[in-house]
């Protein structure tokens, strides 16, 4: 489920059928202040930042990560996942 009030990106379809991106620069710092806006340490941001994802993000989805088509079914997050 979308934030409200907070659009990411903006997703049109060109006629090739490629997504065209309309990024908001100050979007990401809205997003990260919403996460960890109750959080007392770097754990508890780093959990409120994962938990926002987790409840946000719609998967599996597909995309393509430096050239190489890929699909996404789960995020991990928290200390030693990266």
Do not use: C, K
Not at 11 to 17: I, L, P, S
């Amino acid at each position: 489920m979308p934030l409200p009030n907070t659009p990411v990106l903006n997703r049109t379809v060109q006629h090739y059928g490629e997504a065209m991106s309309t990024w908001d620069p100050a979007a990401p710092e809205a997003l990260i202040e919403e996460a960890t806006v109750d959080a007392y340490g770097e754990d508890e941001q780093v959990t409120g930042f994962f938990t926002m994802i987790e409840e946000s993000l719609a998967v599996p989805f597909s995309t393509t990560v430096l050239g190489v088509d890929v699909s996404v079914r789960l995020v991990r997050g928290g200390t030693g996942a990266f």
